[in-house]
């Protein structure tokens, strides 16, 4: 086990969590809501640092991260647990861990050092701290990320956003991007079905643009659960008031976990989300899970030029011009490194 950051040490052998918005109060021998930082004898562990669940080369397009180096290659990365219990999630059986029966055992021993050296190997531009939530195990991440810097590599966390601001500080330095989820607009819905609070994934994402972090946001819109135009409007309006700038990933809903008897999203209801980020003045607007669609191109907020062609996960063409601009009317494309791999 890896001794934790964000913690005090209090009365009775009790340890305050701070790494993220839950600020748990955890007894002796006892763990946090995350299930995966554990206090012994007044000392709060990370219990899984260097045992990744998960290793992968993905594209930076399945993130989704459609505006951070376009076409590049990232090495993806997870540990076991989560700090959120949403019961649609499409990776349970390693985000519940002590929650759900998966059977899923962490990896040997993978060091920060071989992470980055896999990185290389695989000529990946960045990390990407995914699959469950990167806040969990931000002492892996951290270090990870630090090392990457060193060689020239980037990093970008997939997040539910409820980290506190002292762990976005901390990170900063090194994070370059990320992509937040947004999974509803009602207060009520968080605290009831993710078991956490809509303000600080709110503020978050605010503050994280502020500090200068590439960010994206996805909302994965469930039927019944957070699918009225009037909340998918509220997103997008809290989108614009961030920067109009953010890219808002439209996801579609396939039957998961708890949510089996749902149904899939349908497509109606994906195109109504699109058209009111849009008329809501977000510049980029994408539907994700719909194979072959049109919105999934990135196009010239000024004139409308198609600039970045997709295939799914995959760049088909890329025309953004060295100095980040559209190549019609001369517009800045926003992002980071747009001309792409």
Not at 21 to 47: K, P
Not at 184 to 210: H, N, P, W
């Amino acid at each position: 086990m890896h001794e934790a950051m964000f913690y005090s040490k209090e009365a009775d052998n009790k340890t305050l969590c701070r790494l993220c918005r839950h600020n748990c109060m955890i007894a002796d021998g006892n763990h946090g809501i995350c299930n995966v930082r554990v206090n012994e004898g007044g000392t709060l562990y990370s219990i899984f640092y260097g045992k990744p669940i998960a290793m992968s080369v993905d594209p930076i397009e399945k993130k989704p991260l459609f505006h951070y180096y376009p076409g590049s290659k990232a090495f993806s990365i997870a540990t076991l647990g989560c700090n959120f219990q949403c019961p649609f999630c499409q990776n349970w059986d390693i985000s519940q861990f002590g929650r759900a029966e998966t059977g899923r055992e962490p990896s040997k021993d993978v060091p920060p050092e071989a992470i980055v050296a896999q990185a290389k190997a695989n000529r990946c531009k960045s990390i990407s701290y995914t699959y469950t939530e990167p806040t969990i195990f931000f002492e892996y991440a951290y270090d990870c990320a630090v090392l990457a810097k060193k060689e020239g590599i980037g990093n970008n966390f997939v997040t539910n956003g409820y980290m506190t601001r002292e762990a976005i500080d901390t990170i900063k330095p090194y994070l370059d991007a990320a992509n937040v989820d947004l999974k509803a607009f009602r207060k009520d819905t968080y605290r009831k079905v993710m078991k956490a609070q809509l303000d600080g994934v709110c503020d978050s994402i605010k503050y994280m643009k502020e500090a200068g972090i590439w960010v994206e946001v996805t909302t994965l819109i469930v039927p019944k659960m957070n699918d009225d135009p009037a909340e998918l409007k509220d997103i997008a309006d809290f989108l614009v008031e961030v920067g109009r700038d953010i890219p808002w990933h439209l996801s579609r809903f396939y039957p998961h976990y708890e949510y089996e008897e749902v149904e899939p999203t349908p497509l109606a209801t994906l195109k109504t989300a699109y058209d009111i980020g849009k008329k809501a003045g977000l510049r980029y607007v994408y539907m994700g899970n719909v194979p072959a669609d049109p919105t999934e191109h990135t196009y010239c907020y000024q004139c409308g030029e198609r600039i970045i062609s997709r295939s799914g996960y995959f760049i088909e063409a890329n025309l953004v011009t060295e100095k980040s601009a559209c190549p019609k009317c001369s517009a800045e494309i926003d992002g980071i490194g747009m001309k792409g791999i």
